[in-house]
């Protein structure tokens, strides 16, 4: 007896919605790669995917940006830990803006190691790592907030940049900040502040005092500094990720790159347009 339960089957010719889309093309995946020309299914061209795309009614321009997206690491968010003790063990922002990849790509180094502080660990012709610059000048800038600048990617074990066209005129971005160097940091401090509990317990134990009270500073002492630990680490991520974000923002706007717009004579001549203008003596 057929099963009453089973859904009802489609007319030939009949239009399809995304989940059954879905269904649709990953079958076909695993039925071509059990098929008799399976090796000719591991890998397909860009080429390829956008007949297929256009067989199924998925635009060029859309598809061009998901490849560029998944070439970037962008769909799968590969490496970002947001769980944890501490939270997220980095930032990340991605965004398709307008330029071409080498044209964004120059424009983001060169903001990076103006605006951060940061100096070129690993240059790649689609990537760019930096790290913080760990020179004395640029300590004591970075403590005055020289310009008025958060400098929030200087505590970052190191930061990235992905660039990948996605057509002549657009681009896609990943910014990646990594803290894994922080949360180590955060675990020497709660291994410190456990450190002085245990001490302070043990001299409260030996003056006699009784020891579910003698007790209370390992686990006050310890929490605390688990917590402060924690909301350290994750406003440092926090902050890094609103400089990532903010940083797109400037690409997107094309506000990046622009002549004389980073430049030094920029910004005397947008320091000296915010100075008040001098009374009129009559």
Do not use: C
Request: no cysteine.
């Amino acid at each position: 007896m057929a099963d009453s339960h089973a859904p009802a089957p489609r007319p030939t010719g009949a239009k399809l919605d995304r989940s059954s889309l879905e269904r649709v093309l990953a079958r076909a995946a695993e039925l071509q790669g059990t098929g008799p020309d399976a090796g000719d299914a591991e890998e397909f061209s860009e080429e390829q995917l956008i007949e297929l795309g256009k067989e199924v009614g998925l635009s060029p321009q859309h598809l061009r940006q998901a490849l560029a997206e998944e070439r970037t690491g962008s769909i799968a968010q590969v490496g970002q830990d947001a769980g944890g003790l501490f939270g997220p063990n980095g930032a990340r922002a991605a965004r398709t803006v307008p330029g071409r990849s080498a044209d964004v790509l120059a424009a983001i180094d060169a903001w990076m190691q103006r605006q951060e502080l940061l100096v070129v660990k690993r240059h790649h012709a689609d990537r760019i790592v930096w790290e913080a610059h760990r020179g004395v000048f640029t300590g004591v800038k970075r403590a005055l907030r020289v310009g008025g600048r958060d400098y929030a990617l200087a505590e970052a074990h190191d930061v990235s940049a992905t660039v990948i066209d996605v057509d002549d005129s657009r681009t896609h971005v990943v910014l990646d900040a990594d803290f894994q160097n922080l949360r180590r940091r955060s675990m020497t401090q709660i291994v410190g502040s456990g450190v002085v509990g245990v001490a302070m317990t043990g001299s409260a134990l030996v003056i006699g005092v009784m020891a579910a009270v003698a007790a209370a500073p390992v686990i006050v002492v310890t929490g605390a500094g688990i917590i402060a630990s924690r909301a350290a680490h994750r406003r440092v991520v926090n902050r890094a990720q609103l400089a990532l974000e903010q940083l797109l923002d400037r690409l997107e706007r094309g506000e990046i790159g622009r002549r004389g717009a980073d430049s030094l004579l920029g910004a005397i001549v947008a320091a000296a347009n915010a100075l008040p203008l001098p009374p009129k003596r009559f």
